[in-house]
């Protein structure tokens, strides 16, 4: 408890939401507090992948582990914008971004799962991605609380 009255967390709670008059023109960050509220997902890359995805806009990106590391799995991202493109609308049978790539799995111990809330980090640098793609074991996901 600290001495305001309240809660560690629920300070942390206070200061998140952007329209509190506690943290209006304050600076903070993002990655710290996400990660302080589990609100974030983190997931390890090489520095290249941070590099390539950190200095581009991407609509769509599925990322695959490969041991301890998380890379660009390009088959599949590739697909995937394919086959959301405008003019794919209408012949579209799949609507989920997770369902689509869980189609193209081959390996039955892998899942794919959406989250709009994942940095990817190497060594001390962080970058927020609105939206991913992960393929990991159901297991690792669940340890994500995606679901």
């Known amino acids: 408890m600290t001495t305001t009255g309240i809660s560690d967390s629920d300070f942390l709670k206070i200061i998140s939401y952007t329209f509190n008059q506690l943290v209006v023109n304050c600076d903070k960050n993002e990655f710290k507090l996400d990660t302080k509220l589990n609100q974030a997902i983190t997931l390890p890359v090489s520095e290249s992948v941070f590099n390539d995805v950190s200095s581009k806009l991407r609509t769509y990106l599925v990322l695959a582990r490969n041991e301890n590391l998380y890379e660009i799995h390009k088959e599949y991202t590739t697909k995937l914008s394919n086959y959301f493109t405008a003019k794919n609308s209408a012949d579209r049978q799949i609507r989920s971004l997770d369902e689509y790539v869980q189609t193209l799995l081959e390996n039955p111990k892998l899942e794919a799962k959406y989250t ?29 609380s995606i679901r």
């Open 116 to 144: 709009g809330n994942a940095y990817i980090t190497h060594k001390q640098k962080n970058h927020r991605l609105h939206g991913v793609i992960i393929v990991d074991t159901p297991k690792k996901l669940r340890s994500y």
